[in-house]
């Protein structure tokens, strides 16, 4: 009985697969969602429908090693993590390729990973979470759990970590994966090819060391690896794969080693930054922001031109990035100024500039640290009056940009100064009411008519 129920699941189960998107459940087991979060997706492979169970109880233990390291264990609110149940008709890995496994990871496989101990030939590309778009699972981070005991790990794309059970490999390659740090060390024979930045050097050349700001002026270069020498920041030989001729920055290092150790301190800020400077908004910003009205100058060629109202620049708040801003109006920094600047209060015309900075302890190198500087040109002399409507409680904030109060009608139009209708959108709410803002095209939009008001409803996102 329980053979044929199981022969019915598998049948099933090749039914749902041979679609041309398989999507699985992917719940959200911990964390927040949206916003300026990373999203973190674990993946089952080698699991069968009746070990569910010992997968869940597996990725566990994989957060809690997570969370018990420098530096997730600081940023662990920074993630959304999700947990999608991709069974396998066969528990643990075969040495034989066949499609019964997700990712199809195969045991003792050849090329190009036998260090591994297994090869995953991702035969299945085409999966998706539930209710997702499938650039969730293709752009975000992603830990696959390999339901056996092997001696390593690979990472695929700098995104796709394929771990054993046993997590020896989990923090080093979500190092990969979260950092994009290249290997620290030395076997290999040279065969792969890296990149010389973050924290492996090609170079000995003090002023070309990626990991220059570390450097104290009293460590020779290159540093010896003696006992003097055990827990500073230097130039050490042997790293990415070979022994001579590639450098790394301390004699330890989770890059190096593998198992349960730390990253070295290079290593720690570039998963900082990297962590810090996640945006995941596909808008262009550097570092993480809310919004933004009116947009920024986008082309230098193209400046965003403010003739009056406000400036509005608003980050996410809660527990998210600790990103701070700052305002400069023609080169001088302007105090006092929060995420609203009233543009009739700045002194003249000319470039003024919010600077959005995301910074940490963890960071010493300034070119890592997440950075992103927004310009508008201010030209209140080119400004034209605004042709004020006549709806009670709605505020002009900017050329394009009107406050609704709560409970007053959200209108969907304004007027161009030529008079033509501008569809206006909700851009954001605040304790204030709705923001709302129209075509950035139309420099001067007239408060609403009566008449431009096409729904009763107190805002909504539309
Ligand atoms: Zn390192």
Not at 103 to 131: I, Q, W
Not at 298 to 325: C, E, K, M, Y
Not at 331 to 341: A, M, Q, S, Y
Not at 446 to 462: A, F, W, Y
Request: net charge neutral; hydrophobic share 40%; charged share 20%.
């Amino acid at each position: 009985m329980n053979r044929i129920l199981g022969s019915l699941a598998s049948a099933l189960f090749l039914c749902l697969a041979a679609r041309s998107h398989a999507a699985f459940d992917c719940p959200l087991i911990e964390g927040k969602e949206g916003g300026d979060r990373i999203p973190l997706i674990f993946y089952a492979v080698g699991y069968t429908q009746s070990e569910r169970a010992s997968y869940e109880a597996d990725v566990q233990a994989a957060l809690d090693l997570l969370w018990m390291h420098v530096p997730y264990r600081q940023f662990r609110h920074r993630f959304s993590v999700y947990r999608a149940w991709t069974p396998s008709l066969r528990s643990g890995l075969s040495d034989q390729s066949d499609d019964s496994t997700f990712l199809r990871a195969v045991e003792r496989g050849g090329y190009p990973r036998t260090e591994a101990g297994f090869v995953v030939f991702r035969g299945d590309t085409n999966y998706a979470c539930k209710g997702r778009d499938q650039a969730f699972v293709i752009y975000n981070a992603g830990i696959a759990l390999v339901n056996a005991d092997l001696p390593g790990a690979v990472t695929y794309d700098r995104r796709l970590s394929v771990v054993p059970r046993n997590l020896h490999a989990l923090l080093h390659e979500f190092g990969h994966a979260i950092g994009f740090l290249v290997d620290e060390y030395e076997t290999g024979g040279g065969s792969g090819s890296i990149s010389p930045f973050n924290n492996v050097s090609l170079t000995i050349n003090r002023d070309s060391i990626p990991w220059k700001a570390w450097i104290d002026d009293s460590i020779p270069i290159p540093t010896p690896a003696t006992a003097k020498y055990a827990d500073v920041v230097g130039v050490f030989e042997g790293a990415g794969y070979v022994s001579t001729g590639r450098y790394r920055s301390e004699q330890q290092c989770q890059m190096r080693t593998g198992g349960f150790g730390v990253y070295c301190r290079v290593c720690t800020q570039v998963l900082v930054s990297s962590i810090l400077g996640w945006t995941g908004d596909g808008a262009g910003h550097q570092v993480a922001v809310d919004n933004v009205w009116p947009p920024a100058t986008w082309v230098a060629s193209q400046p965003s031109i403010l003739t009056g109202g406000n400036v509005f620049v608003h980050r996410f708040s809660q527990d998210s990035l600790p990103v701070s801003l700052r305002w400069r109006f023609l080169g001088n920094w302007l105090p006092d100024v929060r995420e609203t600047l009233d543009v009739a209060s700045l002194p003249g015309d000319g470039v003024l500039e919010a600077v959005l900075e995301a910074n940490s302890p963890f960071i010493r190198d300034p070119v890592k640290i997440p950075r992103d500087t927004l310009r508008w040109t201010v030209r209140k002399a080119a400004g034209t009056q605004a042709r004020f409507g006549r709806l009670d409680g709605i505020r002009r904030m900017g050329p394009a940009m009107f406050m609704v109060p709560h409970g007053v009608p959200v209108p969907q139009w304004a007027r161009s100064a030529n008079g033509k209708r501008v569809p206006l959108k909700v851009v954001a709410r605040t304790a204030d009411g709705w923001l709302l803002g129209g075509t950035y095209g139309f420099a001067v939009l007239s408060l609403p008519d009566p008449s431009d008001v096409k729904t009763e409803s107190d805002g909504g996102l539309r």
